[in-house]
Nanobody, 124 residues
């Protein structure tokens, strides 16, 4: 699976952005799709993910929304009310669904495939 993220850019605080991540291949629907971010000097952190349902990091819940369009092999990250501390490189990731009893993975180590990242800069 190859992932290509896009949609990053410069936005003022309080603004919105929508990131997209397009996946190659025919098995997109059988993957959990995650979003992570990494600010300079910090570790990569979980933003949220979508499988049959969505899960978010506590600090993003209510401001960020993840959706997917399996027909377009695309997962989206809608970000609202952006704050300067949201400035980071945002990465999409994919993990094959291995069991009907799966739980959504929340650490980078649990994902097999990664996109190249798209930079989001929020100015104050």
């Amino acid at each position: 699976v190859q992932l290509q993220a896009s949609g990053g850019g410069l936005v003022q605080a309080g603004g919105s952005l929508r990131l997209a991540c397009v996946a190659s291949g025919r098995t997109f629907a059988s993957h959990i799709m995650g979003w992570f971010r990494q600010a300079p000097g910090k570790e990569r952190e979980f933003v949220g993910a979508i499988g049959r349902s969505t899960q978010y990091a506590d600090s993003m819940r209510g401001r960020f929304a993840i959706s997917r369009d399996n027909a377009k092999n695309t997962v989206y990250l809608e970000m609202n009310n952006l704050m300067p501390e949201d400035t980071a490189a945002y990465y999409c990731a994919a993990e094959p669904i291995r069991s009907v009893f799966y739980t959504i993975p929340v650490t980078p180590e649990e994902y097999d495939y990664w996109g190249q990242g798209t930079l989001v800069t929020v100015s104050s």
